[in-house]
């Protein structure tokens, strides 16, 4: 029952009732309410697109923000673009939603001291 479409202006505040981005350019609709929202960034590292999301509150824990990541893959390689992510290592919840999107871990950030 979930519909994946651009966010237009008349959805602005219903998205902002929600706690989300009401500049994202794709939601998430289910059952009529905005349960999700997100979009691809192309400001820099070309020809990646840095998909971005967030799920309200209420529907969590259900499957929607993987559900949005795979949708906003498809919508990024249909503009011949490469998708990519990116989350805190410490943020299981992002980390999982995205992996269950169909991304995967390819790089981690290690700090330390060279002597």
């Not at 906003?72 to 269950?100: D, E, F, I």
């Amino acid at each position: 029952g979930a519909t994946f479409r651009p966010a237009v202006e008349a959805d602005r505040e219903r998205i902002a009732a929600q706690g989300l981005d009401a500049d994202a350019s794709w939601l998430l609709e289910v059952d009529g309410a905005v349960a999700a929202t997100g979009g691809i960034l192309f400001h820099y590292n070309p020809p990646y697109g840095d998909l971005y999301m967030a799920v309200a509150a209420a529907f969590r824990r259900r499957g929607y923000g993987s559900y949005l990541v795979q949708e906003l893959k498809r919508a990024c390689y249909a503009l011949g673009k490469v998708p990519a992510a990116r989350c805190n290592p410490t943020n299981v919840a992002s980390r999982a939603t995205l992996q269950r999107g169909g991304m995967f871990p390819c790089a981690r950030l290690q700090v330390g001291t060279l002597g």
